[in-house]
C-alpha cells in the first residue's frame, strides 16, 4: 500500500501593517532580562508607523515599579491622560497602504537598521530651536544613534548667555534630556542629550578620542543657534552616563563641572589634572553596587569643590532630588569663572611622569626580587605599555611556580591586588596585565610575550598557567580560554559569565574553572556553569549573596586556588585541543546547581562503564572456555 503524503498549504507571509496612528507605550526595567527585546519592540513598532513612548524604570528587574515611584507612575499616567485628551482619529483617519510595483534591476543591497529616537512627552522635530521645545538634530558625526536631543527653556531668551547640561544615558538607553530636565524643572539649562561613540560598554575604548569629538562637534553646532555660556558647560549622567561624566572631567578643561548619578571612580591611573575652580555634585544609593566610596575624597583632592549625596535604602536608581536641584539653581547663578584653564594650570604634574596607581609592597627598583610587587616597563604589553608583576615572598628558583595572569576590569589599569588578596599573597606567581589595541588575536600575542619574559627571570610551571579577571577581565578570561585552551589550565571568572556566544570552542576537558558573581549582579549569565560543564571543564560556581557588581567573600576562591596549587599538572601543550561546535556540543544542564558535582556524575558513569566491559569480557572468556572443553570431551569419545 502506497501512502500518500499530503501536499502542505500554501502559506503567505503575512503582511506588516501600518500603524500609522496608532500609540503605544514600552516599559521595562533597567534590570530586567528582556530589556533588550523591550527596546527591539518599540523600534519595530515605530518603523510601522506607530508612536512609541519608552521609558526604562531604574533599579528594577522584570517587575512593576512601586506606584508610589514618581518616574513609573508619571510615564505611564501622564501617557494615558494624552491619549484620553487626543482628538478621535479612528481607523477611517489611517492613510491607505499603497503598495509599490516590484523594481527592475538588481536587488539593493541590505541597509543596516537605524536606531529610532524615542519620543518625550512635549517633543516636536518640525520645531527645532523654539523655546519650551524638545527636537532631535539628525548628524551622522554623533555617534551610534545618528542624532542628539535638545531642549530649550520655555523662557530662553537669546540675548542672555545660557549655561547647558550635556546629559549622557544609562547602559542600554538612547539620547534623551528627561532624566536631567525634571530635575531642572526645565528652568535655566538648555539640556544636550549626547549619543555614545559605540554601544554598550566599547565605548570606554574611544572615550578620549571619538567621544571627545563628539562633544566638541555638538557644542560647536549649538554656538550657531543658541546664545552659549561657554563658561558654564557641565556633563552628567546616570549609571554608565555617571561614570563617563567623570572620565570627561579629565578630558575636557572647557568644563565647569559635572553631574555624577549612579556611579563613581578612584582615577584609576589615567593622569587627572587640577579640577580647582570646578563644581562637582556625586548622588548614589547607599546600596548601589556602582558606588565608589573613594570618589568624594578623589575629586577634593584634585581641587574640586564636590556636594556628595547618598540615598538613604536606594540601590542603583536615582533619589531625592532636592539637593540636586538647589545645586544646580546655585550653579547657574555662580559668577562666570574661566572653565577653560590655561595648559599650565590644566595640568601642574606635568613636569613630573606619569606613573600608574602604587600597590602595597611595591618597589620597581627591584625588579624579580622575592616578596616585590613591580612594573616591567614594555611597549609590546599592551596599550599600557607595561605589565605589573608580583613573586611570592617563599619563591624558591628550584621549584616550578604557578601562574594566574589577571585583567583589570573597565577603566582600571594593570594589577595584582585581588589575586594577591585571594591567594594571601602565596603559592603564585600574579602578573597584571594590560590590554591590546587590537581585538583578541593581539592579546594572545601579548600573552605569550609577556609569558616568555616571565620564563627568562622565574621559573614557572606551564601546566600551571590561570588567566582571571573581574567585570570586562572577566570576559576577557573566559574568551582567551577559548583561544588559549592548549596553554592554560584553567580560569577565575569574577563579576561576569558567558553562554559561548555560538563561537567554536575547544573541548575544556581536563580545565579547572572558578565563577564568582554577585546575586544581584546584572552581568552575570547563569548559563556560564552549564555551558562550561558541557565542554568538559570542571566548575566550581559561587553567588555572593545580596552583593551586585562587586567581588565578595574569598575565602571560596581561595580554598579552591590552593587545591590548584597542589593538583599535579594536566596541561598539555603539544596541540591544540580538538574543536566543539556549538552544534554538536554535548547535553548541558540549565539549573545552574551543583556543578561540581556534575563531573563526580561523569566519572561514576564511566567507571560503570568499565566494570560493564570488564564483565563483559570475562563473561566472553568464560564461554569460550565452555565451548573448548566440550569440543575436546567430543574428541575424546571418538
Known amino acids: 500500500m502506497t501512502t500518500r503524503r499530503r501536499r502542505p498549504p500554501n502559506r503567505r507571509k503575512p503582511s506588516r501593517p501600518s500603524l500609522t496612528g496608532k500609540a503605544v507605550f514600552v516599559a521595562c526595567g533597567e534590570k530586567d532580562p528582556a530589556l533588550s527585546a523591550a527596546e527591539a519592540t518599540g523600534a519595530h513598532l515605530t518603523t510601522l508607523g506607530a508612536t512609541v513612548t519608552f521609558t526604562t524604570w531604574p533599579g528594577i528587574g522584570h517587575k512593576l515599579p512601586d506606584l508610589n515611584y514618581k518616574g513609573g507612575e508619571t510615564s505611564h499616567r501622564t501617557w494615558l491622560l494624552a491619549q484620553a485628551d487626543l482628538a478621535d482619529s479612528g481607523p477611517a483617519s489611517r492613510p491607505a497602504v499603497t503598495t509599490k510595483p516590484a523594481a527592475t534591476g538588481p536587488a539593493p543591497p541590505p541597509q543596516k537598521p537605524q536606531r529610532v529616537p524615542w519620543p518625550e512627552t512635549g517633543m516636536d522635530n518640525s520645531k527645532p530651536w523654539k523655546p519650551g521645545n524638545i527636537f532631535d538634530i539628525q548628524d551622522k558625526e554623533v555617534g551610534e544613534d545618528g542624532y542628539y536631543r535638545v531642549y530649550l527653556p520655555a523662557e530662553y531668551d537669546p540675548d542672555k548667555a545660557w549655561p547647558v ?46 567621544d571627545v569629538n563628539i562633544f566638541h562637534h555638538v557644542l560647536a553646532a549649538l554656538k550657531e543657534h543658541v546664545n552659549i555660556d561657554e563658561k558654564k558647560l557641565y556633563v552628567g549622567g546616570f549609571s554608565k552616563g555617571g561614570f ?101 594650570a590644566a595640568q601642574p604634574a606635568a613636569t613630573q611622569p606619569w606613573a600608574p596607581r602604587p600597590e602595597d609592597y611595591m618597589d620597581s627598583t ?71 589595541p587590537s581585538g583578541l588575536d593581539g592579546d594572545v600575542q601579548i600573552f605569550h610575550h609577556v609569558l616568555d619574559s616571565l620564563k627568562e627571570h622565574l621559573n614557572v610551571d606551564e601546566k600551571k598557567l590561570y588567566l582571571s579577571g573581574f567585570s570586562k577581565g572577566g570576559f576577557f578570561s573566559c574568551e582567551l580560554l577559548r583561544l588559549l585552551a592548549a596553554d592554560v589550565a584553567g580560569i577565575v571568572v569574577l563579576g561576569m559569565g558567558t553562554d559561548g556566544g555560538g563561537r567554536e570552542w575547544p573541548d575544556l576537558t581536563g580545565k579547572h574553572i572558578f565563577v564568582g558573581v554577585g546575586e544581584n549582579d546584572q552581568y552575570k549569565n547563569d548559563a556560564t556553569g552549564p555551558f562550561f560543564i558541557g565542554l568538559g571543564a570542571t566548575v566550581t560556581l559561587e553567588q555572593w549573596p545580596g552583593i551586585g557588581h562587586a567581588v565578595g567573600d574569598l575565602a571560596g576562591l581561595r580554598a579552591w586556588l590552593m587545591a590548584q596549587a597542589e593538583r599535579p599538572g594536566e596541561v598539555t601543550r603539544s596541540a591544540a585541543n580538538p574543536v566543539v561546535t556549538p552544534a554538536t556540543q554535548p547535553a548541558r544542564r540549565t539549573d545552574g546547581l551543583a556543578v561540581e558535582n556534575e563531573s563526580t556524575e561523569a566519572s561514576i558513569s564511566y567507571w560503570m562503564l568499565g566494570v560493564a566491559g570488564l564483565g563483559l569480557l570475562v563473561l566472553a572468556i568464560l564461554i569460550a572456555l565452555i565451548v573448548s572443553l566440550a569440543t575436546n570431551r567430543r574428541s575424546n569419545v571418538r
Not at 559635572?258 to 575652580?277: E, F, R, S, Y
Open 165 to 210: 547640561i550635556f546629559n549622557y544615558h544609562a547602559l542600554g538607553g538612547a539620547a534623551e534630556t528627561h532624566t536631567i530636565r525634571r530635575i531642572t524643572e526645565g528652568k535655566r539649562y538648555i539640556v544636550v542629550g549626547m549619543s555614545y561613540s559605540k554601544p554598550g560598554l566599547d565605548s570606554f575604548e574611544l572615550l578620549a578620542t571619538v
Open 244 to 344: 563617563y561624566s567623570c572620565e570627561l572631567m579629565r578630558l575636557l578643561p572647557e568644563l565647569a563641572g559635572a553631574i555624577v548619578l549612579g556611579a563613581g571612580t578612584n582615577g584609576g591611573d589615567h593622569k587627572w589634572p587640577d579640577l580647582t575652580g570646578k563644581h562637582i555634585y556625586v548622588g548614589v544609593g547607599e546600596k548601589d553596587g556602582y558606588k565608589n566610596d573613594a570618589t568624594e575624597s578623589f575629586f577634593t583632592g584634585l581641587g574640586a569643590t564636590v556636594t556628595h549625596e547618598q540615598w538613604p535604602g536606594l540601590g542603583h536608581t536615582i533619589g531625592d532630588m532636592t539637593t540636586l536641584r538647589k545645586w544646580l539653581v546655585a550653579q547657574a547663578e555662580l559668577p562666570n569663572q574661566s572653565a577653560t584653564q590655561p595648559a599650565s
Open 366 to 436: 627591584r625588579l624579580w626580587q622575592p616578596g616585590n610587587v613591580f612594573d616591567v616597563q614594555d611597549p609590546q604589553a599592551g596599550e599600557d605599555g607595561f605589565f605589573r608583576v608580583f613573586v611570592p615572598a617563599d619563591y624558591d628558583a628550584d621549584t616550578a611556580w604557578p601562574v594566574i595572569f589577571y585583567y583589570h576590569g573597565l577603566t582600571e589599569k594593570p594589577s595584582t591586588a585581588v589575586i594577591r588578596q585571594a591567594t594571601d599573597a602565596k603559592r603564585y606567581i600574579v602578573v597584571g596585565m594590560s590590554y591590546g
